[in-house]
């Protein structure tokens, strides 16, 4: 396998994993969790899916041939409050993910020589992804740390527990 099918794998892998990550938060939650916001208005886990809804389509539709900030897209509509159900929420949520997996998914390890722009500013493909994968995992830990403060005890870690790292290290081991 090349360096440049080795990365792809990679950054799918590492992409699913925090799919994966938050859509177990989202599944946890009911539409007011979804809605909540702390004190000081920073965005409920619902105003992040439509961020990430918004940045995903924007920036992979049409990846390699189009800018990636779409002339239709309203940023700022995105960071606007608005009353979308659980379902409503996880059907932008998968929508984007899958817009963005599937223009990952579709690269050849010859397009990461080449050169994309996003708002006019070019970026060779490799920093196109790596911007995404230093945005998507922000906002992934921020929906999974507010899902966390929603739900207080009755929260399930989405790693390792607090207090089990022995145990789990020693499972790990013991599979060697």
């Known amino acids: 396998m090349s360096l440049g099918q080795t ?22 939650l009911n539409d007011e969790q979804l809605h909540w916001q702390p004190e000081g208005a920073p965005n409920s886990i619902a105003i992040i899916i439509q961020h990430l809804h918004g940045n995903m389509l924007s ?52 397009d990461l020589e080449k050169t994309v722009y996003i708002r006019n500013e070019p970026h060779s493909v490799v920093d196109a992804i790596n911007r995404q994968l230093a945005h998507v995992p922000y906002h992934v830990g921020q929906i999974v740390y507010i899902g966390k403060m929603v739900m207080g005890d009755a929260w399930e870690s989405l790693s390792i527990p607090k207090g089990d790292s022995d145990k789990f290290n020693q499972s790990k081991m013991g599979n060697k």
């Open 59 to 110: 920036r992979w539709t049409d990846f390699l041939t189009s800018d990636g900030e779409k002339p239709g897209r309203s940023r700022d509509q995105e960071f606007i409050e608005h009353a979308a159900s659980a379902h409503e929420l996880l059907t932008l949520w998968n929508e984007g993910w899958e817009c963005m997996l599937q223009a990952i998914g579709s690269l050849t390890p010859e």
């Open 7 to 28: 990365y792809l794998k990679s950054v799918l892998q590492r992409l699913e994993i925090h799919r994966l990550l938050g859509t177990t938060t989202l599944l946890r």
